[in-house]
């Protein structure tokens, strides 16, 4: 008889969920001694007293003589007073006692030694120029309340009081269990349906950052007795438990029934995006969380529960991560059952920062390593329109952010090129490039929401590139244009070109799939024209509609086989070793607003451009030509 299973998936809201697991009586994890020195990034586990007083003598705070005060009385400049050296003054240095009975120092500078004598020319108070037993730390008093996290300057005071080691509470011990049988270590070249087990790394790093102490059970197959047997184990030896994917409700997903057979299942399913199908729970009376497979699912679930989890256990709070006030830079539609957890990067534009959203997609790895921080959109909200203002929960230091230059536009090579030679050269700096057509990026320069911005535009009836489309998008707005590079464009297709693509003409053959540039892109434009000369119709490309927001995601659809040919950049088939018909050579061009011109950062961009070392980094990709690289080909008449 087939087994009948459990299913579960709610939608309950972030704060419910966070209160039905946060708010327990975990177990108590205890404590640990350890010496004050190896102590640093722990956090006390209760009140440290000091032993020693520091000083725990008077000690001469500078260079010179210990007297006593009462013997300077009286001394002036008008009429200087001598002291016996040995009897009236003792030479001290800084940090030595003070001889018995003394409890003055006079600097060495306002002394004038003559024979066995010295000279003053002003008296002392009591206690000049000395620390006192007790001046810093008095022996029994508090050093540290519990709960301290213990910094370097923490470390030095304990020292200090005589205390060499200290009570800290014990790190939570957190175990990461991966599933699934399509898991391959990495290493390993995958084959198609299976994946690198790379969560695991990712979360494991997040557990350290957060205090706990991670350690990665080997990958667990899709198997439920095999899941159950292994997860009751790690509950006996671990305080937290993570078991990494199968916590949604498809047929290979144990996660949940798993929980609830060895414990209790207290959550399955917030109301987040990304992050909905996360497993809250207990097993063995210890804390198990069922992470989402998706990275920025996984993510996303861990900081909202793990995180504040980990420094509960180890009797603090979780850190407030700094909000920067910021405009939303487009209009964003989200769902209204759900938060959302808008991935965003930032840049200081104009004395106002800019928040631009990246790709919101559960598995793009790669939004969590750009984004500078994240945008909560609430439950119940439907989105957010252009001009937003926002609050950033930032990920990445304010320095940084204020040091990036902001590229919006289309998308070329040789911007990620640029963008790692600036922060060679220039350690701190950084170009952030989003790629979302030369359209969109002309329009966000209207709307001064970036420094400059890629462009390659022809223009039909005049045959220009990009500078009819700088009069139509931003009338009136004083700017340069100045040329990156000249690049090849063409058809991408598969090695070989074994479908025989070697024109636009050859695009409507039935048997041949296409893979589209997204509206507003250049590429799009100057496909759009080309049909139009050559009175093809969009409709009669199978693939028309499909669209990518870069040249390397085109050559990957055609390197995949999803597509037999895209419209790209010479560069992006080479890179992925594929075939390439050329087409046309076309400039690809940055608009600069004269806002941007002196400002630094994009001084230093353009020195970059304009440097040999540039040049030569381009040339080597392919498919460029760098003669024209920096030059100057525009600028409004108001410059």
Not at 77 to 96: C, F, I, N, W, Y
Not at 172 to 182: A, N, Q
Not at 233 to 240: F, G, S
Not at 520 to 531: K, P, Q, V
Request: glycine letters at 8%; charged letters at 20%; one cysteine or more.
């Amino acid at each position: 008889m087939k087994e009948k299973r459990q299913r579960y998936l709610h939608n309950v809201t972030v704060e419910e969920a966070k209160r039905r697991f946060l708010n327990r009586d975990w177990p108590d994890l205890g404590e640990e001694t350890l010496p004050a020195s190896q102590a640093v990034g722990r956090i006390t586990a209760r009140a440290v007293f000091a032993r020693l007083s520091s000083p725990h003598y008077h000690a001469a705070a500078m260079d010179g003589v210990a007297v006593r005060a009462r013997d300077t009385a009286g001394a002036a400049e008008s009429r200087p007073k001598r002291l016996r050296l040995g009897e009236q003054a003792v030479p001290v240095d800084t940090g030595m006692p003070l001889p018995p009975g003394f409890d003055a120092v006079i600097m060495a500078e306002d002394l004038l030694e003559i024979s066995e004598e010295v000279e003053i020319a002003a008296s002392v108070a009591p206690w000049q120029h000395v620390r006192p037993v007790g001046e810093d730390i008095v022996a029994t008093e508090m050093l540290l309340p519990a709960g301290q996290v213990l910094r370097a300057f923490e470390a030095g005071a304990l020292l200090a009081g005589g205390v060499d080691a200290v009570a800290v509470r014990r790190r939570p011990r957190v175990i990461l269990i991966p599933t699934g049988h399509e898991l391959v270590p990495p290493g390993t070249i995958p084959a198609p349906g299976q994946v690198i087990e790379y969560n695991s790394t990712i979360l494991s790093s997040l557990v350290a950052e957060w205090g706990g102490e991670a350690a990665v059970h080997k990958v667990v197959a899709d198997n439920l007795p095999l899941l159950r047997e292994v997860t009751a184990a790690a509950a006996r030896d671990y305080d937290v438990v993570l078991i990494i994917a199968g916590s949604s409700a498809g047929r290979r997903d144990y996660t949940a029934e798993v929980v609830a057979a060895l414990g209790e299942v207290l959550v399955h399913g917030v109301a987040v995006r990304p992050g909905k199908p996360v497993v809250l729970g207990t097993v063995a009376g210890k804390p198990a969380i069922g992470v989402p497979g998706y990275p920025v699912s996984a993510v996303v679930a861990l900081e909202l529960f793990l995180r504040p989890l980990l420094y509960q256990l180890q009797g603090c709070l979780a850190p407030v991560r700094p909000l920067l006030p910021a405009v939303f830079s487009r209009q964003l539609v989200s769902t209204l059952a759900a938060e959302e957890w808008v991935r965003v990067n930032v840049g200081l534009v104009n004395g106002s920062y800019v928040a631009a959203p990246l790709a919101r997609g559960a598995g793009v790895t790669t939004s969590l390593c750009r984004a500078d921080g994240v945008v909560r959109i609430p439950q119940q909200q439907e989105g957010l329109q252009a001009g937003d203002w926002v609050n950033v929960e930032l990920w990445r230091p304010q320095e940084l952010i204020d040091r990036s230059v902001v590229c919006s536009g289309s998308h070329d090579l040789t911007l990620d090129v640029l963008g790692d030679l600036l922060r060679r050269r220039h350690p701190g700096y950084s170009l952030a490039s989003s790629p979302v057509g030369s359209v969109a990026g002309l329009l966000a320069l209207r709307r001064g929401e970036a420094h400059l911005a890629g462009i390659h535009l022809l223009d039909e009836e005049s045959g220009e590139y990009n500078i009819p489309f700088l009069e139509r998008f931003l009338p009136g707005v004083t700017l340069e244009l100045v040329t990156l590079v000249e690049r090849e464009q063409g058809l991408i297709v598969a090695p070989g070109n074994p479908k025989k693509i070697f024109t636009i003409e050859d695009l409507p053959r039935p048997e041949v799939s296409f893979v589209n540039r997204q509206r507003g892109a250049g590429t799009r434009l100057l496909l759009d024209a080309w049909l139009k000369e050559k009175n093809i119709s969009p409709s009669a490309i199978n693939g028309y509609e499909r669209e990518e927001y870069t040249h390397l995601a085109v050559a990957a659809a055609v390197s995949a086989g999803s597509a037999d040919a895209g419209l790209g950049v010479y560069a992006a088939a080479k890179g992925m070793g594929l075939g390439f018909v050329p087409l046309a050579k076309e400039r690809f061009d940055l608009a600069v607003p004269a806002d941007s011109l002196d400002d630094e950062r994009v001084v230093r961009l353009f020195e970059i451009i304009r440097s040999a070392e540039f040049r030569a980094a381009v040339a080597a990709l392919g498919g460029y030509d760098v003669e024209k690289t920096g030059q100057r080909i525009y600028r409004t008449a108001a410059l």
